[in-house]
């Protein structure tokens, strides 16, 4: 019999309601998984072992008495230092806010509970939340569990990583440049940035979210499996109209025709010749599995990163740099001097532009995943990076961010995308993850994770 603390969330789920374990037995298994496996990862940094136990043992007591469950019911997950946990600091990754204790969970967080999930630690992420590295300092730096010598991805690395280890079948995420999809991919997992409105989200610590942030950014789950995904979205996707964005929308939509667009280099960008190989062969099974997969020309996509940029730094230059420079974080403060160089400052004319062409991108490329319901593209166009090379010079920033540009564009849309972990291969740092990218219509998630099962697996827990 597999250790409980090595079991997927749906493999818990099942088991548990057929009376075959207990929600405190995975829920110790998983502690005892972190007592060993998160020293020198540094995955989890703040743990929540009592409350654990307790929302295990009213799960158990809840089935017990008949009573119905959620569709995480004793799934043992980690939620990210950026969110509100009631009794906890929403640090994200700033000393200037380690006793920012939230009295009240935010939406998603809520939403976790409802379902029955059992939160048994937050993980880690980059100041800011701002890298696709993860190190910060008050709580330090996070290591990938498959290969120490490369990022875990940012900024839910701490996150990422706590799966891949098996510290939590699942874990909660935030995306707005890449934060889930970029750490599943680094760590070898499968990652699910929802559409805009369809997790609800606020922190109740703070003030309302930036426009870019309310356009952009969302919660979403990163498993092992793609079915572990299916219920993590299932879960945190419940209504809260605490969040203004929310939108009710069914979480199967309508039938579609099976038909992919495969981009193998979009916009001419650079493509690692791995990546590209595990994207033909990520086709070639959604071939087998029915889907009709093709190469047609798309719509802009490195306009819209570089307007995703414009945005997201006039709105930081409106306050946000005079609190980087308070907490004053090493790595916060030469990625931000480069972004800065990057994207020179909008007038307020500026910005309205790139209001509108946000419209006009979305337009594009919601006709486009009209005709083709599935995208399928690369992640990155470079394997996982040797950890905190963004920092090592603006040339090397500037290439990572190139490498980068699906991470930033399409949230610029608004649109969900799903990372498929595919295998490993030989890098220039040793074995290295490798995976492709869906992208869909807004609200489409249910054809992601179709696609998805159709190309990845259940990964194995890192050795």
């Known amino acids: 019999m597999d250790a409980l603390w090595s079991l997927t969330a749906s493999e818990i789920t099942?088991?548990?309601r057929a009376g075959d374990l207990t929600a405190r037995a995975v829920t110790e298994a998983a502690l005892g998984r972190i007592d060993l496996a998160n020293g020198p990862l540094n995955a989890i940094v703040d743990r929540c072992d009592g409350a654990a136990l307790a929302a295990a043992d009213a799960v158990d007591a809840a089935r017990a008495a008949g009573q119905a469950l959620g569709p995480l019911a004793g799934v043992p997950v980690t939620v990210k230092v950026n969110v509100d946990q009631a009794g906890h600091a929403t640090t994200n990754?700033?000393?200037?806010?380690?006793?920012?204790?939230?009295?009240?969970?935010?939406?998603?967080?809520?939403?976790?509970?409802?379902?029955?999930?059992v939160i048994v630690g937050r993980t880690n992420t980059p100041a800011f939340s701002l890298r696709w590295f993860t190190r910060n300092s008050l709580h330090g730096a996070t290591k990938n569990p498959r290969n120490g010598a490369l990022t875990p991805g940012g900024s839910s690395g701490g996150g990422a990583a706590a799966v891949a280890a098996g510290m939590g079948a699942l874990a909660h995420g935030t995306d707005i440049a890449g934060s889930i999809r970029y750490p599943a991919y680094a760590c070898g997992l499968h990652g699910l940035r929802p559409s805009l409105g369809r997790v609800p989200a606020f922190n109740f610590t703070g003030p309302d979210r930036q426009i870019g942030a309310q356009l952009m950014a969302v919660s979403g789950p990163i498993a092992r499996s793609v079915a572990d995904l299916r219920l993590g979205l299932e879960a945190m996707a419940a209504p809260d109209l605490r969040d203004p964005w929310y939108m009710p929308a069914p979480l199967r939509g309508p039938d579609a025709p099976r038909r992919a667009a495969l981009c193998l280099a979009p916009d001419g960008m650079q493509v690692a010749p791995e990546i590209k190989q595990a994207l033909r062969a990520a086709a070639a099974r959604l071939e087998a599995a029915g889907w009709v997969v093709e190469e047609p020309d798309t719509p802009p996509l490195h306009e819209a990163m570089t307007e995703q940029l414009t945005l997201w730094l006039a709105e930081t230059r409106r306050g946000g740099d005079a609190v980087i420079g308070q907490e004053d974080d090493p790595d916060a403060n030469i990625v931000?001097?480069?972004?800065?160089?990057?994207?020179?400052?909008?007038?307020?004319n500026g910005l309205l532009d790139t209001l509108q062409a946000r419209s006009r991108l979305t337009r594009a490329w919601r006709a486009f995943l009209s005709d083709w319901p599935v995208l399928l593209c690369p992640v990155s166009g470079?394997?996982?990076?040797?950890?905190?090379?963004?920092?090592?010079?603006?040339?090397?920033?500037?290439?990572?961010v190139a490498a980068q540009m699906l991470q930033i564009a399409f949230p610029f849309m608004g649109l969900p995308g799903l990372t498929v972990a595919t295998g490993t291969v030989q890098g220039p740092h040793g074995p290295t993850p490798v995976g492709v990218q869906l992208v869909a219509n807004q609200f489409r998630e249910d054809l992601l994770l179709d696609a998805g099962e159709a190309i990845g697996e259940t990964v194995p827990i890192a050795p």
């Open 93 to 117: 990754g700033l000393r200037l806010q380690k006793d920012l204790i939230a009295a009240q969970d935010s939406p998603v967080v809520a939403n976790l509970r409802k379902a029955g999930a």
């Open 14 to 16: 099942t088991r548990l």
């Open 382 to 400: 470079a394997l996982p990076f040797f950890d905190h090379s963004d920092v090592e010079s603006q040339e090397e920033f500037e290439a990572i």
């Open 336 to 348: 931000y001097a480069r972004l800065s160089a990057l994207c020179p400052p909008v007038d307020v």
